[in-house]
């Protein structure tokens, strides 16, 4: 499998949204038009769809919902499509591919190109003497070398340090501020009655919350989204020493689970929130293996990210369809951002940065 060193962009203040979409675009043009080329949801499932009358109602709703309640990453989006040179429709269809794709019709759903929820692990700990966050980041294949780093600076002082899949809005993976703001997020496969048309897309929502100022405040974004689809969202407040797993639906459904000093494992399946969902064997498998694994250091959380015992739903996923791009680590007590690349046993740490320093500085 090919992969890349994590390149870091570091972006701003700049005078507009659009300006800083357009120069993370210019920046990563060949990987943003790459990504575009070779994924197959998007050239089979998504373009051929768009192009058809039929779809115009629900993607002419989806875009004036969300640029109208979020104009600057609306903005910020256009921006990235332009500096890319790329179509903006190509850009829009990936940020809202967990929106559109429950309403395209059965028969034009490739039976060969699944979208699961079958994406990131997370193992979360806040006792006396650990307080910590695990991310494993999983995605198709196709998104292997195709993600980096941005270090943004906004106009108001914010920084925050996203990683950031070619093309998309930062971040639907996991990312940090300057307020001492953080998140890690899981998808959840909500049943297709449980979905509503032309909600606010779950990009604009993460990247709203890297602009959070606590955990109230991040909490709120959340509550107040009108989502269209459902989420998790692991919610990291290293001034308060907190971290809460928030499960959400649509119509502004949200349960809060406030992690303690029992280690919490979350795969892809809701565990909280009752919400009529799909079931899924990967997510069920991992919940189970994590659920008999150690769970009393970093490193035994670091290994059981790293566990590939079920060889045919491993924690830790190398292809050939599913891939784990890196490893998250937060450690609120030294303050810490940690990549790791490869199986995160090893602990090859590509990137750390302090997230008590105003400017994220990677140590």
């Given at each position: 499998m090919e992969e890349h060193a994590l390149?870091?962009?570091?972006?701003?203040?700049?005078?507009?949204?659009h300006q800083m979409g357009f120069l993370i675009g210019r920046r990563f043009s060949r990987l943003i038009q790459s990504r575009l080329s070779r994924d197959l949801i998007l050239r089979n499932q998504l373009l051929p769809w768009a192009r058809a009358p039929e779809s115009r109602p629900l993607l002419e709703a989806l875009c004036d919902h969300n640029r109208n309640k979020?104009?600057?990453?609306?903005d910020e989006l256009v921006g990235k499509a332009e500096g890319a040179d790329v179509p903006v429709l190509d850009i829009v269809l990936i940020n809202f591919r967990k929106e559109i794709l429950p309403f395209i019709p059965d028969k034009e759903t490739k039976s060969d190109l699944p979208e699961k929820a079958i994406e990131c692990s997370d193992v979360l700990v806040v006792g006396e003497s650990m307080a910590v966050a695990a991310h494993n980041e999983d995605a198709n294949?196709?998104?292997?070398?195709?993600?980096?780093?941005?270090?943004?600076?906004?106009?108001?002082?914010?920084?925050?340090?996203?990683?950031?899949?070619?093309?998309?809005?930062?971040?639907?993976?996991?990312?940090?501020?300057?307020?001492g703001m953080g998140f890690t997020l899981n998808a959840v496969p909500p049943s297709k009655e449980e979905i509503v048309a032309s909600g606010i897309g779950r990009n604009f929502?993460?990247?709203?919350?890297?602009?959070?100022?606590?955990?109230?405040?991040?909490?709120?974004k959340i509550r107040s989204a009108e989502a269209s689809?459902?989420?998790?969202?692991?919610?990291?407040?290293?001034?308060?020493?907190?971290?809460?797993?928030?499960?959400?639906?649509?119509?502004?459904?949200?349960?809060?689970?406030?992690?303690?000093?029992?280690?919490?494992?979350?795969?892809?399946?809701?565990?909280?929130?009752?919400?009529?969902?799909?079931?899924?064997?990967?997510?069920?498998?991992r919940q189970k293996r994590a659920a008999v694994l150690p769970k009393k250091s970093k490193q035994e959380f670091l290994s059981l990210l790293?566990?590939?015992?079920?060889?045919?739903?491993?924690?830790?996923?190398?292809?050939?369809?599913?891939?784990?791009?890196?490893?998250a680590l937060v450690d609120l007590d030294e303050q810490t951002l940690?990549?790791?690349?490869?199986?995160?046993?090893?602990?090859?740490?590509?990137?750390?940065?302090?997230?008590?320093?105003?400017?994220?500085?990677?140590l």
């Open positions: 390149e870091m962009f570091e972006v701003g203040p700049c005078e507009t949204p979020f104009p600057r990453y609306w294949v196709a998104l292997v070398g195709h993600t980096y780093l941005i270090k943004g600076t906004l106009s108001n002082g914010l920084c925050f340090i996203s990683y950031t899949y070619a093309g998309e809005l930062p971040s639907c993976a996991f990312g940090f501020n300057n307020n929502i993460s990247r709203d919350l890297l602009e959070a100022t606590s955990m109230t405040d991040a909490t709120n689809v459902g989420h998790s969202y692991n919610l990291i407040d290293l001034k308060a020493r907190r971290i809460c797993n928030l499960e959400t639906a649509s119509r502004t459904r949200v349960s809060v689970n406030e992690v303690d000093d029992t280690p919490f494992f979350h795969a892809n399946m809701y565990l909280h929130l009752q919400v009529k969902q799909v079931e899924d064997e990967n997510s069920i498998s790293g566990d590939t015992d079920d060889a045919k739903y491993p924690i830790y996923m190398s292809g050939p369809t599913l891939y784990t791009l890196c490893t940690s990549i790791i690349k490869g199986n995160p046993k090893k602990g090859e740490v590509s990137h750390t940065f302090s997230l008590s320093s105003p400017d994220l500085k990677k």
